[in-house]
């Protein structure tokens, strides 16, 4: 299913870019606010040296899957120095803590998003597109709501939207984007991470993007995660 393209990726982009270069970087939109920890929270698995150390060794990797970011998904950032995100920990579509061990072998975009993030809801249905073209053994979007409070929000907007692809992956703690943001990849949501088969991050972006179209689908294929 066609996606219509929105004409406010290119205006957010730029706003964007000048943020993480460091000129926005207190004021850009940031769309994470206080949010009451909820009671669910999955463990965080352990990363090794030897995972450390596997994940450094691809910035070559990195670099090359970033130069591929063009076009509606320009706004991608190599990891500098990529590292491993094994440990990240969330809820699975059955509720089951899990992390990103767990998906061992494949490719994953994993995104985090609110129902009150509007540049989040504006960005499902695309990723719902991405992952009905795309997902499968070697690839998956990950989608990570991050609402506080219990599930009946989330549900209804994608149950509204028609988002009927996507896995329903849960932390309402906000202990995964507060994670992120320590490791300096995340200032607001949406926030989106390109992790390769070894859970090493490749590259990553703030701020939405058009993740149905040809440009979204060659940095995946870069990464590994084509069909």
């Known amino acids: 299913m066609a996606v219509e393209k929105k004409s406010m990726f290119p205006a957010l982009r730029l706003i964007l870019l000048a943020a993480v270069a460091g000129a926005l970087a207190g004021a850009v939109a940031v769309y994470v606010t ?3 920890a909820g009671n669910q929270q999955a463990p965080a698995a352990s990363v090794s040296e030897t ?4 994940c450094a060794a691809k910035a070559d990797t990195a670099k090359s899957v970033a130069a591929s970011a063009t076009g509606e998904v320009a706004a991608m950032l190599s990891a500098d120095p990529p590292q491993s995100l094994k ?3 969330f809820n699975d579509p059955e509720g089951r803590p899990m992390t990103l061990a767990d998906r061992a072998g494949k490719t994953v975009l994993l995104n985090l998003w609110a129902t009150w993030c509007f ?4 960005e499902m249905p695309a990723l719902n597109a991405l992952q009905k073209e795309l997902g499968g053994d070697r690839f998956e ?3 990570v709501n991050v609402d506080a409070g219990d599930d009946a929000k989330p549900k209804k907007f994608l149950s509204e939207t028609r988002i009927d692809t996507l896995g329903y992956y849960r932390d309402n ?4 984007f507060n994670e992120l943001k320590k490791r300096g990849l995340a200032l607001g949501l949406p926030v989106t991470l390109l992790i390769d088969a070894e859970g090493c991050l490749l590259a990553h972006m703030n701020g939405p993007a058009d993740w149905s179209g040809e440009d979204a689908k060659r940095l995946i294929a870069a990464a590994g995660g084509g069909a």
């Open 119 to 122: 540049p989040c809801r504006e």
């Open 141 to 143: 979007v990950i989608a």
């Open 173 to 176: 703690t906000l202990a995964l």
């Open 87 to 89: 440990s990240l920990a």
């Open 51 to 54: 995972d450390v150390a596997a």
């Open 34 to 36: 206080s949010r009451p």
